[in-house]
């Protein structure tokens, strides 16, 4: 429920603090004194658009702040928890208007969108007054008052989570189905791709090692000569080979009878390379003796390398790239191959939550026809009793007009109502009497009060053009739904203020150059004079005093 309202700097109210408190508050005060600024800034709190002349003249912006207990408000609280914005205490809603008509809107301190706080006040407030745009008109409202009437707001719940599930699996679905025959096409190419890349089966390090052999098998007659001419040259040569020029030196130097020490360790080097041309020599040999030219082998790795470089060009890729290639085209094949079984799926989770809202939505519409009989007759015995004699109202459940599966189910809802006897039943948007709307919408709250989730109900004259009997039963009305709940009303009607819990004053005062709005909670005799004052006008007297105080103490009983 509201808690505290503060206004700063809008219209003619400079500073305006209002605490306010469970049951039904009525607002009086003169017209023109300001109390449809107070519910006006209200209505900005909670989304309602702006402009700059919402801004005091002369102050640079307004700021207004709406404060609300949502301890007994579940779904305000998952609304904000949904969007992170919960937090401990009061919700506090704020709106600041600048003077150049720019806006800006916060819940619970955090920046958002003004669609947000409409939203989130919609959980929160009713409002109910005469101007056209109020909530009871719209058929999401009117549907909602009907599920919550008939104890069906869980399976309308359920029905619209259907529904939901139901449009995004064949979205999924159409979407994956319109790209099938683009799909197929792919995986042909696919498949035929990696067949390619497959019969090729192309070993790890197989590329490196052909190309290594054929370099070998290409040059292998130079590679020959080559051996050979080393062998030659270090052992074999009759006009002087390496080996025997190291033989001899060491045979030389160790055959002096007198060596000194420094040419031992020359003589050993000496010895160390004959042991290693010996060795490079033999190396060399056996080289030679396993070393076979094979034409057979080199035309079969010449083959080999073609038809590697011939894929890779075929791929556009570099040859050491194709086993990557093939890994690559496996995982999208896999992936387009799940898809296919996807389909399957996603056909049969659709039949399935069909087949769930089909069963639920029965549930709801049954519900929602028994319901329906029993609010049109309470609504309309009520209307009885708010001086509407002969006053006719009836809810309709027109189909919604889709063989698909519906967010509200198979029917909507729609009140219809006739104020007067002889004439049609008409949709409740259409009742031309601002009066009469008010007074049947406060028919319908008195019904729906006890299962309406809304925690404020606001009321803007709802007394126009009624009086007498018909005024004291308003009043009453009022005062019950304020015993389920919080009601604020503005009313200029002694019969209708006499019934409220508290009662809040709003007047002007005068200063130097400027007038601005002032509020005061009025109790004891200063609520008296104020309904003495509704009763008789500005004298007061003995005789209107003692009515009010009657009126009072009745309303107490």
Known sequence: MLVHLSIHNYAIVEHLDLELDAGMTVITGETGAGKSIMLDALSLALGDRTDSGAVRPGADRADILASFDLTETPEARAWLAERDLEREG?????????????????????????????????????????????????????????????????????VRLAAQRWRQTRQELERLNNAGDEQRARQQLLSYQLEELENLALGAHELEELEQEYKALANAEHLLDSCRQVIDLCSENDAGNVLSALTASLQRLTGLQAQPSPLGEAIDLLASAQIQVEEAVGELNRFLDHFDIDPQRQQSIEERLDAIYSLARKHRAQPHDLIPLQQRLRGELAGLNADDETLEQLGQELAAYERHYQEKAVELSDLRRQAAAHLGIAVEQQMQRLGMPGGRFAIELPPCGSREPHPQGFEQAEFLVSANPGQPLKPLARVASGGELSRISLAIQVITAQTSRTPTLVFDEVDVGIGGPTAEVVGQLLRRLGELGQVLTVTHLPQVAAQGHRHLF?????????????????????????????????ELTEESLAHARRMIGSAQV
């Open 506 to 538: 709003v007047h002007k005062v005068r200063g130097a150059g400027e007038t601005r709005t002032a509020v005061a909670l009025l109790e004891g005799d200063p609520r008296i004079e104020e309904l003495a004052r509704m009763l008789g006008g500005l």
């Open 90 to 158: 009061p919700c506090i809603l704020r709106r600041v208007i600048t003077a150049e008509g720019r806006s800006r809107a916060y819940i619970n301190g955090s920046p958002c969108p003004q669609g947000d706080l409409r939203a989130l006040g919609e959980l929160l407030i009713d409002v109910h007054s005469q101007h056209e745009h109020q909530s009871l008109l719209k058929n999401d409202t009117q549907r909602r008052l009907l599920d919550e009437y008939a104890g069906a707001s869980d399976l309308a719940r359920q």
